[in-house]
């Protein structure tokens, strides 16, 4: 084998990690015998840790070359406790030693774990294990797993410092960004209303392709006709010299991160978007993304502690954003007099399906903004109140259903919106905070790519 072909294994073991100066020897004794496959193998310390990295090495007859066929990693721990697994080679090439190391030595599953109860897995834009096997290699000091995601209620950023300690990395606390959107003030431009035209895009799960475009074999997808049309009237819309800036409201609340449609946007949108004020907080790691989300968005959430002391009981916690601390972050209130048996109770009284009562409980729990399907195909959408010790009902047009789960004659909603008597001539009373962000298919975080 010639000298070019040896130093052209010695660049490729390189490149994937492996210490070439502890396997030279090694692998030029077997390779003047012409052995058909050999394993060499080295091993060092890292303080109490132990590694053993033992490659296997193939001939390839065709090329008349070695190869690397796949490698075994052992680590051995200051307690004796030994730990191996095998990396081979795929089409995407094979795992980096330095992976390897972080993988075998329990550091990554550990940072994972430490990771999980914020459920970034409900943001499909972001593959949290990928995210860390492409940054533990390089082995940095500190880095960053950020991520972000577009609601009609507002664009929300995430940023999850990660720091190394005594060799593991660890976090504790992460950083959430919510630039929420003011409502649109609506109008008739180039023939289009908007309003009419937002109550359209709002039925539909702009994160869910299967209900955006018919899918055919051997040519492009095209949009089913009710995306089509508010396609063609976002544009009709962008034509008008004042309607264009709606356009660009409607396109940044509806397609912000939306597969394909997020390239529509122009940049005058992302300016837009940049200029609105933003509520920005630490939050444990503890505490689940969604939830951090839904008190940035205004609403309580129920926990066994507020993410700034200990509670012996669960309590329902909501951001104060008139205050802030002297260390930045916006001070909370603390409602103790509404229990969850106390929301599963109200809930109760409505016709939620058993199959699903779980699911709205906890989402309810989160803060979320949860639905349920009458008979009749209606949806029916709740948000826990807990200062009034109860759960607001919405239509599907999210106008308050008036239901007195107290059982009181004297009972009226606490939610009155304040509406000039000409609007209230033109219609019916609705609550204006929400009006403009009802949720979309369950407003649950959804699919990016």
Known sequence: MSEEKIQELFHYLSSVGLEVSLLEKEIRDHIEIRATEFSPRYEF?????????????????????????????????????????????????????????????????????????????????????????????INPEYFEIKCFRNEPEGFIEFTAPISKIEGWYDIDSYKAVLTPYPPIEHGVY?????????????????????????????????????????????????????????????????????????????????????????????????????????????????QKWDYLKPQHEPVWTQLDFTTKGTDGRYLTTVMQMFTEEQLESVVRALPVPDDIFPQIIRELKRGDISYFILHDDKKIFLAANPGQRTVNVYSEDMRPIKVNFHFDPEWEPSQKPELNKLELQRKPRQNIIHAEYPPNYGNRFRRRR
């Open 45 to 137: 310390h890292k303080g109490d840790e132990k590694m053993e990295y033992v490659p296997h090495l193939i001939m390839d007859h065709q090329f008349q070359k070695y190869r690397l066929a796949d490698y075994n990693v052992s680590h051995v721990d200051a307690n004796g406790n030994r730990n191996n697994r095998n990396f081979s080679s795929t089409a995407f090439g094979i795992c980096h030693a330095d992976l390897a190391y972080h993988i075998v030595s329990g550091r990554l599953d550990a940072l994972a774990e430490k990771l999980s109860p914020l459920k970034l897995e409900e943001f499909p834009s972001i593959n949290l294990i990928e995210k860390l096997e492409r940054n533990l290699p």
């Open 190 to 302: 180039n023939g289009i209303d908007s309003r009419v035209l937002e109550d359209k895009m709002r039925g539909i799960d702009w994160h869910n392709d299967g209900q955006l475009f018919y899918f055919i074999v051997n040519a492009e997808p095209e949009f089913v006709p009710e995306v089509d049309a508010i396609y063609q009237q976002i544009n009709c819309l962008s034509l008008d010299p004042t309607g264009t800036s709606v356009a660009d409201k409607l396109m940044l609340k509806y397609w912000g991160d939306a597969t394909f449609f997020e390239n529509i946007l122009r940049q005058s949108a992302w300016d837009y978007l940049e200029s609105l004020p933003k509520r920005e907080q630490l939050f444990p790691v503890e505490l689940e993304a969604k939830a951090a989300f839904n008190l940035l968005c205004g609403r309580a959430i129920l």
